[in-house]
């Protein structure tokens, strides 16, 4: 019998999961939430149907996991624990210093539903999370370093666009290549923000615009390009559309470390993500942990879960029979 999938919320997010789901042979999308008009959210499987999201809390027993796909600044707060006591839940909460305040409220809902409610799913937080923890548990007098790019930030494009005279603008965040090594090397440096990233923006602007006004605003930037090193290209609408239409991302994370009695064995933990679609790769962990919070409800477990708190074997498509046959 398939796990039934619902997505609440149809953006890139809600794209992505409906195409993981297709790629996962024991699922099946039943229905998919909007809070737009749901005649204007046309969806690509034929076989399930999308709805108000008013709709939603009538179909709970049709339905084994809602994948919520919303926003993290504003949507995610409200609904992960609004639909927490209706349905076992996945969302991919991305605010980090919000997450335990997130998790309190989300928890209560879940224990009070007795729903699994999975939060702060995705790559970061989530893949990356928790390649942290087990680089932690290993090397637990080593340094860790995070890395992020080469990749488009949505965050760092939207402030270039709020800029007078800019019309259309790409932020890319790419990871300097000396401090990478460094790190590789198991040199434990110790590195400053501009030292471990730069910025190069790609940006089309009006053409009465003073484009060396532009540059400045953006470099000067606070919180968003003042404490790095930026570069601004001026490129045509055309050249925007034919290059820059893309969501890649990716990013690394490393912790070295010693042993040995006097430290004297260097070793180096590195996790790797080179993705051609953030938000395809996102929905394809969130489904993956979708069958985790599955499997947990059935066994009677209930409340708020991070990717800390399940067990690799829950993930599968496969059993742990055949988990231990072929992977141990
Ligand atoms: P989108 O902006 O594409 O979608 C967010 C919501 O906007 C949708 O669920 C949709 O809800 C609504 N929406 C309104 N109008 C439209 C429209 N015309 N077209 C599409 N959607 C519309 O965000 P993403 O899906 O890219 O990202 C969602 C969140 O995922 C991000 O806020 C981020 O926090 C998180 N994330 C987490 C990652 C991680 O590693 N943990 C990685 C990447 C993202 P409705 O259908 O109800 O209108």
């Known amino acids: 019998m398939s796990i039934k999938i619902g997505i609440l919320g149809y953006g890139n997010l809600g794209r992505g999961v409906e195409c993981a789901v297709k790629h996962n042979p024991d699922m099946e999308l039943t229905a998919v939430f909007t809070r737009r008009n749901p005649a204007d959210v046309q969806i690509l499987t034929e076989t399930a149907k999308v709805y108000h999201v008013d709709e939603a809390v009538k179909m709970k027993d049709e339905i084994d996991v809602l994948i919520l796909c919303g926003g993290s600044a504003t949507d995610l707060p409200v609904q992960t624990p609004e639909f927490a006591q209706y349905f076992n839940v996945v969302d991919s909460f991305d605010t980090h210093a919000r997450i335990p305040e997130h998790f309190q409220a989300v928890d209560e809902a879940a224990k009070k539903g007795n729903k699994v409610a999975m939060i702060s799913v995705g790559w970061d937080p989530g893949m990356f999370s928790l390649n942290r923890l087990y680089a932690n548990a290993i090397l637990p007098g080593g340094k860790d370093y995070t890395f992020w790019g080469k990749g488009v930030s949505q965050g760092h494009s939207d402030a270039v666009r709020r800029i007078d005279g800019?019309?259309?603008?790409?932020?890319?965040?790419?990871?300097?290549?000396?401090?990478?090594?460094?790190?590789?090397?198991?040199?434990?440096?110790?590195?400053?923000?501009?030292?471990?990233?730069?910025?190069?923006?790609?940006?089309?602007?009006?053409?009465?615009?003073?484009?060396?006004k532009i540059e400045q605003e953006i470099k000067t930037m606070p919180n968003y390009f003042d404490e790095y090193d930026t570069t601004v290209h001026f490129i045509t609408e055309e050249e925007m559309k034919a290059e820059h239409t893309g969501l890649p991302h990716g990013g690394f994370v490393i912790r070295s470390g010693n042993t040995g009695w006097e430290d004297e064995h260097k070793h180096v933990i590195e996790y790797s993500l080179k993705l051609d679609s953030n938000p395809e790769f996102t929905s394809s962990v969130i489904t993956a942990y979708a069958r985790a919070a599955y499997r947990m409800s059935q066994e009677g477990q209930s409340g708020c879960k991070t990717v800390f708190d399940v067990a690799p074997v829950y993930l599968s498509l496969q059993t742990p029979e055949e988990l231990r046959a072929k992977m141990l």
């Open 166 to 212: 800019v019309l259309d603008a790409r932020q890319y965040t790419i990871p300097v290549k000396e401090a990478l090594d460094a790190v590789r090397e198991g040199k434990n440096p110790e590195l400053s923000t501009r030292q471990k990233h730069t910025r190069e923006v790609f940006v089309v602007a009006d053409e009465n615009a003073d484009k060396a």
